[in-house]
Antibody, heavy 118, light 113 residues
Framework: QVQLVQSGTEVKKPGASVKVSCKTA????????INWVRQAPGQGLEWMGW????????IYAQKVQGRGTMTRDTSTSTVYMELRNLRSDDTAVYYC???????????WGQGILVTVSS | DIVMTQSPDSLAVSLGERATINCKSG????????????LAWYQQKPGQPPKLLIY???TRQFGVPDRFSGSGSGTDFTLTITSLQAEDVAVYYC?????????FGQGTKLEIK
């Protein structure tokens, strides 16, 4: 079955970087893109960007542009998101979600809590 | 950016009754080439990731109970839960995936009255 398994909780200081992973299984990796969505504590969902698993092409939300980088490793069917120069308002649960190709985000990872605090 | 606005922000409904959540997009999300609205509904329970319920505004994802239904086209959409069950307590989000940046509504918290 389709699975997206994310790496564990991260605690970082302001100005640091974090790189989180999303390992996929149960489908042909290169067929589907992956989105990253974050959710600040008690808040709603915010789309951060998308990466094509096929060719690595990326689209970023303006808020992430310049601070975030999404990459993928086809040999391990894993997608990564790095966020640099972290601020306290980057504290959130970060989810990866498979792009269902015009059918919404059909499978989600369990989420990673990233806490930014001095 | 396409702004998604849900109403109400919260809703309390008795078990077995109907719950209705509305979502309005700031511009049409209807894709003319296939006449489908690129609008999805998600359910999120505490401590869990969102779960896709509905895509193309009205198509239920496989495995989703048929008490969940979506309707609407263009800019105005509705999620209806007929005969509310206790396990339906959650926050519900609409999302447009017509154009990037993909955007979500602010969420509607559904509780039991």
């Amino acid at each position: 079955q389709v699975q997206l398994v994310q790496s564990g909780t991260e605690v970082k200081k302001p100005g640091a970087s974090v790189k989180v992973s999303c390992k996929t299984a149960g489908y042909t990796f290169t067929t589907y893109g992956i989105n990253w969505v974050r959710q600040a504590p008690g808040q709603g969902l915010e789309w951060m960007g998308w990466i094509s698993a096929y060719n690595g092409h990326t689209i970023y939300a303006q808020k992430v542009q310049g601070r975030g980088t999404m990459t993928r490793d086809t040999s391990t069917s894993t997608v990564y998101m790095e966020l640099r120069n972290l601020r306290s308002d980057d504290t959130a649960v970060y989810y990866c979600a498979r792009d269902g190709i015009n059918l919404g985000f059909d499978y989600w990872g369990q989420g990673i809590l990233v806490t930014v605090s001095s | 950016d396409i702004v998604m606005t849900q109403s109400p922000d919260s809703l309390a409904v008795s078990l077995g009754e109907r719950a209705t959540i509305n979502c309005k997009s700031g511009q049409s999300v209807l894709y003319s080439s296939n006449n489908e609205s690129y609008l999805a509904w998600y359910q999120q329970k505490p401590g869990q990731p969102p779960k896709l319920l509905i895509y193309w505004a009205s198509t239920r994802q496989f495995g989703v109970p048929d008490r969940f239904s979506g309707s609407g086209s263009g800019t105005d959409f509705t999620l209806t839960i007929t005969s509310l069950q206790a396990e339906d307590v959650a926050v519900y989000y609409c999302q447009q995936y017509y154009s990037t940046p993909y955007t979500f509504g602010q969420g509607t918290k559904l509780e039991i009255k």
